[in-house]
């Protein structure tokens, strides 16, 4: 590279700096290299290499791009993904989790959360989609109203909570559905926000 083009130093710069922010590490060069649409990995480690010369980041003994000091991240809590649940086994089981995620608690909140793939129709009417990530205070109570997670007969499931008569009830948001009786129910957490795919 003779003549580095600036627009693309400052790509660079700020995909890094926006990653760090975002994932609280530094991106690898493939990921540079795949968030700028640079054509290969020495692209994206000649751009690094300019922006280091130039004192606008460092790199550690082991080649990785440090994340400033003073970089403001803000807070965070970690959540679990739980990816598909079993038939018989709690909802936050090992073999459940999918990963894990840092939320950040100005957005959040910073109560002890799950998120959890939305699928199925059953709640669009309270705005949760098939392919919906939703996100979960984790809790074992809930007042009437509430969206939960719950376990019902070894199987999960998002519903609305209601009570009536001395009786629990899981009501689906989709008039094609029908409340279920659910007094064994067991809350495993309450919904709180819902990140929709589009």
Known sequence: MRVPNEDKVMLVLNFIKDFQK??????????????CSFPSLRTAQQYVAILQKRGMLEKNSFG???IPTNLSRGKTVIAPL???????????????????YQLPTAIFGNTKSMLLH??????????????????AEICDTADEGDIVVALLEDSATVKTLHKKNGHIYLRP??????????DNVIIQGVVKHVIHSF
Do not use: H, W
């Not at 609280?24 to 968030?35: D, K, L, T, V």
């Not at 709690?90 to 894990?100: Q, R, S, Y």
């Not at 939305?118 to 996100?135: R, Y």
């Open 118 to 135: 939305a699928s199925g129709d059953s709640m669009i009417g309270v705005g949760i989609n098939d392919g919906d990530l939703i996100v």
């Open 22 to 35: 975002r994932e609280g590490r530094s991106p690898s060069f493939r990921q540079i290299a795949r968030g």
């Open 64 to 66: 990785k791009i440090i």
């Open 173 to 182: 948001e989709n008039p094609n559905y029908e409340d279920i009786p659910a």
């Open 82 to 100: 739980v990816g598909t649940i079993a038939c018989g086994t709690p909802i936050l089981a090992e073999e459940n989790i999918e990963g894990t």
